[in-house]
């Protein structure tokens, strides 16, 4: 199935920080329309755009936030303080171009002279950044219009690279993104089926929380990326998954070795979207997800639980400016979901023990 790079462009192009999102969602908006029967908005901003079909009913979650910055003060000199929005490593953020406030500002994430630096400081993390957008007073900064309060996100698009494989910044989740446009885009298949894209994910899965317990899904599955360590800079001891090696369907996921706070997919849930992959000739990976959790972990939750789980297309050096994954992977995972749709599974009445 293919998965438009027009598609996934058009979404990166918008910009969507934690908490304003409203470009991101619009665009997806527009483009998702002419193939479904209802589109929406929720209050936090969630989308939720229907397919009807039959009394079952399937909700498929890719969220619209990225990470960014939220600008909390100017100094007197004209440069923003910021704090991080989402899971940043420090080691990305100095040397980057951002765009700031509602007109997109350029502005530049300055990293201190190499040339003062004490040789602990040239091998440690950066500390005490600030966004310079070239003003020399609070003034100056405001007839830019940007005030605290506003938000920033890096300034890089899309890039192809060989092999099919694409680098960009918010590639996560705005693939997934793609992934249902191409979804929706095909013939009807039975159940209701709800593409929704939720909002600030990457602060606490809070529109998953809002839009599951709206929607009321039968079943609730999250499309993301899936971290990888597939490279020379990789952990030893990291995950199994590596990019061209077809989706991942996860076991689980958490914000520690010990799975807090992340989700734990039950049997029925997996053997479904395996057996889906199957039917599909596509081949899948399983792993877990540490130090992270998707809106699985919501959607599993709603009004005292549902069927839940995770697919995912593999992702190398996520959470930063030049996150790269393979868009065969992405079409691979389209193909699973598509199959998926087609295939029964359990309903909401059914408890969770394996078949």
Same mark, same amino acid.
């Given at each position: 199935?293919h998965?438009?790079?027009?598609d996934?462009?058009?979404?990166?192009e918008a $910009? #969507?920080?934690?908490g304003?999102?409203? $470009?991101?969602?619009?665009r997806f908006?527009e483009l998702?329309?002419?193939?479904v029967d209802?589109v929406?908005?929720d209050p936090?901003g969630?989308? /939720?755009a229907?397919?009807?079909g039959?009394?079952f009913? !399937?909700m498929?979650a890719a969220?619209?936030?990225?990470l960014g910055?939220l600008v909390?003060?100017?100094?007197?000199?004209g440069f923003l303080?910021?704090r991080?929005?989402?899971?940043?490593?420090?080691g990305n953020?100095s040397?980057?171009? *951002?765009?700031?406030g509602?007109?997109?500002v350029?502005?530049? *994430?300055?990293?201190?002279?190499?040339?003062?630096m004490s040789g602990?400081?040239? %091998?440690s993390?950066?500390e005490?950044l600030?966004?310079?957008?070239g =003003? $020399?007073?609070r003034?100056?900064? @405001?007839a830019l219009?940007?005030?605290?309060g506003d938000?920033?996100?890096?300034?890089? #698009?899309?890039?192809? &690279? @060989?092999?099919?494989?694409?680098s960009?910044?918010a590639?996560d989740d705005? !693939?997934? &993104? @793609?992934i249902l446009?191409? /979804?929706?885009?095909? %013939?009807?298949?039975?159940?209701t089926v709800?593409?929704?894209?939720?909002v600030?994910? %990457?602060?606490?899965l809070r529109?998953?929380?809002?839009?599951?317990?709206?929607?009321?899904?039968?079943v609730?599955?999250? &499309?993301?990326?899936?971290?990888?360590?597939?490279y020379p800079? #990789?952990?030893?001891?990291? *995950?199994?998954a590596t990019?061209d090696?077809?989706?991942?369907?996860?076991? =689980?996921? #958490?914000?520690?070795?010990?799975l807090?706070?992340?989700?734990?997919v039950?049997?029925?849930?997996?053997?479904?979207l395996?057996? =889906?992959a199957d039917a599909?000739?596509?081949?899948i990976?399983?792993?877990?997800? &540490?130090?992270?959790s998707t809106?699985a972990?919501?959607?599993q939750?709603v009004?005292g639980?549902?069927?839940a789980?995770?697919?995912a297309?593999?992702c190398?050096?996520?959470?930063s400016? /030049?996150?790269?994954?393979?868009m065969r992977?992405?079409e691979?995972?389209?193909?699973?979901?598509?199959?998926?749709?087609?295939?029964e599974?359990?309903g909401?009445?059914?408890?969770r023990?394996?078949r």
């Amino acid at each position: 199935m293919h998965v438009s790079l027009d598609d996934l462009e058009t979404l990166v192009e918008a $910009a #969507g920080a934690p908490g304003n999102e409203y $470009a991101v969602a619009d665009r997806f908006a527009e483009l998702i329309e002419p193939h479904v029967d209802d589109v929406s908005f929720d209050p936090m901003g969630n989308v /939720v755009a229907t397919s009807e079909g039959s009394d079952f009913e !399937i909700m498929l979650a890719a969220h619209t936030d990225e990470l960014g910055f939220l600008v909390d003060d100017v100094d007197e000199d004209g440069f923003l303080r910021f704090r991080m929005l989402g899971g940043h490593y420090k080691g990305n953020l100095s040397g980057q171009r *951002v765009r700031v406030g509602p007109d997109g500002v350029l502005g530049v *994430v300055g990293p201190r002279c190499r040339h003062y630096m004490s040789g602990e400081e040239k %091998e440690s993390l950066p500390e005490n950044l600030r966004i310079d957008v070239g =003003a $020399a007073s609070r003034e100056e900064v @405001a007839a830019l219009n940007v005030e605290p309060g506003d938000y920033a996100t890096w300034d890089c #698009g899309v890039s192809e &690279l @060989a092999n099919d494989r694409v680098s960009g910044r918010a590639l996560d989740d705005r !693939i997934a &993104l @793609a992934i249902l446009l191409a /979804v929706a885009r095909e %013939e009807d298949v039975d159940p209701t089926v709800h593409y929704v894209a939720t909002v600030q994910e %990457e602060v606490g899965l809070r529109g998953a929380r809002a839009a599951g317990h709206d929607v009321d899904p039968d079943v609730g599955v999250a &499309l993301e990326i899936f971290p990888v360590d597939d490279y020379p800079a #990789g952990r030893s001891d990291g *995950v199994n998954a590596t990019l061209d090696g077809g989706p991942v369907v996860e076991f =689980a996921d #958490g914000t520690s070795e010990y799975l807090f706070g992340g989700v734990i997919v039950d049997r029925q849930t997996r053997t479904w979207l395996r057996d =889906a992959a199957d039917a599909a000739d596509v081949s899948i990976q399983h792993d877990v997800m &540490l130090s992270g959790s998707t809106d699985a972990t919501e959607l599993q939750q709603v009004r005292g639980g549902r069927h839940a789980g995770a697919i995912a297309v593999p992702c190398r050096y996520t959470h930063s400016p /030049v996150e790269t994954l393979s868009m065969r992977d992405a079409e691979e995972t389209a193909e699973v979901l598509l199959s998926a749709l087609g295939r029964e599974f359990p309903g909401r009445d059914e408890i969770r023990r394996p078949r």
